[in-house]
């Protein structure tokens, strides 16, 4: 039972480049989330999925897009990448909204932008 | 708006008890939760507490509210050297939208022999 599994681990991008952080679970949640760690500063809700083919805003959604096209899937897309971006990415799922919900999170991915 | 605030760092000694505290300023949340990370991993929920309880003990966690405060705490009794991590604290309620999961900066537990 892999959980919540996110790839990749560390990605070093350059200012303006693209790229898609993946996120898979194997347990049919429903909700699955993305956030973001800064120092300091704990974890910022970015996008959230209720279900497949709905999404919405976190609280800090510029420069992110995202999908649910599967139930297991829900990549985070970079469209161009900005230093601000320089963070730790986890993904989280969980089965449903109710807060009894524990929701579970993968290992983070470690991105920086020079 | 809705925020959960908490002490960065905590030092305690090996043996002794640690108490990590936390405020948050909804008083619709619903549901209050300790986060437990360790380096280079993602945050594992250690236990949660319903708003219309005071007291939840889990082997040597204890978890404290005092809803008329707005204030959470965590008590690990016997803290051990496996117990260093940052830990946060976390509340959702029903009006937020999908039940969103707000979450405290974290405190960082360290051990001392």
């Known amino acids: 039972n892999a959980g919540v599994t996110q790839t990749p681990k560390f990605q070093v991008l350059k200012t303006g480049q693209s790229m898609t952080l993946q996120c898979a679970q194997d347990?049919?949640?429903?909700?699955m989330s993305w956030y973001r760690q800064d120092p300091g500063m704990g974890l910022r809700l970015i996008h959230y999925s209720v279900g497949a083919g709905i999404t919405d805003q976190g609280e800090v959604p510029n420069g992110y897009n995202v999908s649910r096209s599967t139930t297991e899937d829900f990549p985070l897309r970079l469209l161009s990448a900005a230093p601000s971006q320089t963070s730790v990415y986890f993904c989280a799922s969980r089965r449903g909204t109710g807060g009894g919900q524990p929701q579970h999170f993968g290992d983070g991915t470690r991105l920086s932008i020079l | 708006g809705e925020d959960v605030e908490q002490s960065l760092f905590l030092s305690v000694r090996e043996g002794d008890s640690s108490v990590i505290n936390c405020t948050y300023t909804?008083?619709?949340?619903?549901?209050l939760y300790w986060y437990k990370q360790e380096p280079g991993a993602g945050l594992q929920l250690l236990t949660y507490?319903?708003?219309?309880?005071d007291m939840k003990q889990d082997q040597r966690l204890t978890v404290l509210l005092n809803k008329k405060d707005k204030h959470l705490s965590l008590r690990i009794a016997d803290t051990q050297t496996g117990d260093s991590a940052i830990y946060f604290c976390a509340e959702t309620s029903p009006y937020s939208s999908a039940s969103k999961i707000i979450f405290g900066s974290g405190t960082r537990l360290s051990i001392r022999p």
């Open positions: 347990m049919n949640h429903e909700y």
């Open positions: 507490i319903f708003s219309n309880m």
């Open positions: 909804d008083s619709s949340s619903t549901y």
